[in-house]
């Protein structure tokens, strides 16, 4: 909780450094009043950017909105600063590194992965409960027909089985992007192992990508 306070403090204290540079950059023809405004609609710009990353699930991706935040604040500072340095904006500036360079520092939270996820289909049921008994891991298993077996697993350690033919609508919506965040709400924070024929392997790849999992987080097993 705390490593997520820090990143999201990087994006608000880099807009109030702009907004800062910024308002030293006003010149005095524009007034006192126009340059709050302005140094007002900075720091809003930099809230915005942290509601929207709430709303993304790669942390991968959260970084790069940052990120782009962060260069379309140093251009507005480089073209406020190309026009001219007297001491004011030179101070300005110099504030605003300050915080850019805090901002930049506590930015980046490390990817760290919850657990394991499996996602597989011809697996045999001694195999998928090594996998399960192996720390947190969380398995959805496509089998056409669920035996006594895959029940055991399902009651003891949570295997979500998605039971139907491969073609089957229901079985392609659960094992879709939207079924498996769905069904795995952490995903994004899991290492994903996909094991099963290349179709299989496939068509899960494809939904994980839509997700945006980062691929060094995906990892594939032929059956």
């Given at each position: 909780?705390?490593?997520?306070?820090?990143?999201?403090?990087?994006?608000?204290?880099?807009?109030?450094?702009?907004?800062?540079?910024?308002?030293?950059?006003?010149?005095?023809?524009?007034?006192?009043?126009?340059?709050?405004?302005g140094a007002?609609?900075?720091?809003?710009?930099?809230?915005?950017?942290?509601?929207?990353?709430?709303?993304?699930?790669?942390?991968?991706?959260?970084?790069?909105?940052?990120?782009?935040?962060?260069?379309?604040?140093?251009?507005?500072?480089?073209?406020?600063?190309?026009?001219?340095?007297?001491?004011?904006?030179?101070g300005a500036?110099?504030?605003?590194?300050?915080?850019?360079?805090?901002?930049?520092?506590?930015?980046?939270?490390?990817?760290?992965?919850?657990?394991?996820?499996?996602?597989?289909?011809?697996?045999?049921?001694?195999?998928?409960?090594?996998?399960?008994?192996?720390?947190?891991?969380?398995?959805?298993?496509?089998?056409?027909?669920?035996?006594?077996?895959?029940?055991?697993?399902?009651?003891?350690?949570?295997?979500?089985?998605?039971?139907?033919?491969?073609?089957?609508?229901?079985?392609?919506?659960?094992?879709?992007?939207?079924?498996?965040?769905?069904?795995?709400?952490?995903?994004?924070?899991?290492?994903?192992?996909?094991?099963?024929?290349?179709?299989?392997?496939?068509?899960?790849?494809?939904?994980?990508?839509?997700?945006?999992?980062?691929?060094?987080?995906?990892?594939?097993?032929?059956?």
């Amino acid at each position: 909780m705390a490593s997520q306070v820090k990143a999201n403090q990087g994006p608000l204290l880099f807009w109030c450094g702009v907004a800062v540079a910024e308002f030293g950059a006003i010149q005095p023809g524009f007034g006192v009043t126009s340059a709050y405004v302005g140094a007002a609609l900075l720091i809003g710009l930099g809230l915005l950017t942290l509601k929207v990353s709430d709303y993304i699930r790669s942390e991968q991706a959260r970084q790069r909105l940052r990120l782009g935040g962060y260069l379309a604040g140093a251009l507005v500072v480089a073209h406020g600063f190309g026009s001219g340095a007297s001491p004011i904006r030179v101070g300005a500036i110099v504030l605003y590194a300050v915080a850019a360079v805090m901002a930049v520092w506590h930015h980046r939270v490390p990817i760290r992965t919850r657990g394991s996820l499996v996602i597989a289909t011809g697996m045999a049921p001694d195999g998928l409960r090594r996998l399960l008994n192996s720390g947190d891991t969380v398995a959805v298993y496509r089998t056409e027909h669920a035996t006594h077996e895959l029940r055991e697993l399902e009651s003891r350690y949570g295997l979500v089985l998605v039971v139907g033919d491969e073609h089957d609508p229901r079985v392609k919506e659960r094992l879709s992007a939207s079924g498996l965040s769905r069904q795995v709400p952490d995903i994004a924070e899991r290492d994903v192992l996909v094991a099963g024929p290349r179709r299989f392997k496939q068509y899960v790849g494809g939904a994980l990508s839509r997700l945006a999992i980062p691929r060094s987080q995906i990892h594939f097993k032929s059956l």
